[in-house]
T-cell receptor, first 112, second 115 residues
Framework: KAGVTQTPRYLIKTRGQQVTLSCSPI?????VSWYQQTPGQGLQFLFE???????NKGNFPGRFSGRQFSNSRSEMNVSTLELGDSALYLC???????????FGPGTRLTVT | DQQVKQNSPSLSVQEGRISILNCDYT??????FLWYKKYPAEGPTFLIS?????DKNEDGRFTVFLNKSAKHLSLHIVPSQPGDSAVYFC??????????????FGTGTRLQVFP
């Protein structure tokens, strides 16, 4: 069974631009979560989607948004990029509670 | 406010010995705990989990212990192998809420196993 895939793997953007990251979950998984990883901060929860609905949201500004499609694929959008948005963005999928989450390799975003 | 803490940023252990990674949490509502391992340039990989109704869970060389009164969990790796060298994250969630799969992660401990 194919794992979680994320595209693109690497991205360089300029401050003020916007970016869209994509995540394809493991087949059959309906829950998709997004996390931001930065040095010293660990993984910070962004939001979780289940059946196209946002089920929970972390403490990030409104510039961070997401959505989930009917095939469970998910996208994350960051508008008006700031230097501090440079991070590894990880997507994880699971069947549903109480199953474990499985992570993709991440998208490394660099904002210059 | 860091609800899940891993106070040791790094740990170095000799091959064949025991590795003990520690994790503390502050939210008594957490009822499910997990450990993930992360290699560079890869996403975290699930290792082992434990529900709050248990105090120990074992899977091969990996054992997780949970001390609810101390709000502390630990991961034991015996025997340690060079391939275990990675960053280890503990995570916690409130699954009794029933409507979220939100995981709260610690900041990670970098384990190095040397020959």
């Amino acid at each position: 069974k194919a794992g979680v895939t994320q595209t693109p793997r690497y991205l360089i953007k300029t401050r003020g631009q916007q970016v869209t990251l994509s995540c394809s979950p493991i087949s059959g998984h309906r829950s998709v979560s997004w996390y931001q990883q930065t040095p010293g901060q660990g993984l910070q929860f962004l939001f979780e989607y289940f059946s196209e609905t946002q089920r929970n949201k972390g403490n990030f500004p409104g510039r961070f948004s997401g959505r989930q499609f009917s095939n469970s694929r998910s996208e994350m959008n960051v508008s008006t990029l700031e230097l501090g948005d440079s991070a590894l963005y990880l997507c994880a999928s699971s069947l549903n509670l109480p199953y474990e989450q499985y992570f993709g390799p991440g998208t490394r975003l660099t904002v210059t | 406010d860091q609800q899940v803490k891993q106070n040791s940023p790094s740990l170095s252990v000799q091959e064949g010995r025991i590795s003990i990674l520690n994790c503390d949490y502050t939210n008594s509502m957490f009822d499910y705990f997990l450990w993930y391992k992360k290699y560079p340039a890869e996403g975290p990989t699930f290792l082992i989990s434990i529900s709050s109704i248990k105090d120990k869970n074992e899977d091969g060389r990996f054992t997780v212990f949970l001390n609810k009164s101390a709000k502390h969990l630990s991961l034991h790796i015996v025997p340690s192998q060079p391939g275990d060298s990675a960053v280890y994250f503990c995570a916690a969630s409130q699954r009794k809420l029933g409507n979220t799969d939100k995981l709260i992660f610690g900041t990670g401990t970098r384990l190095q196993v040397f020959p």
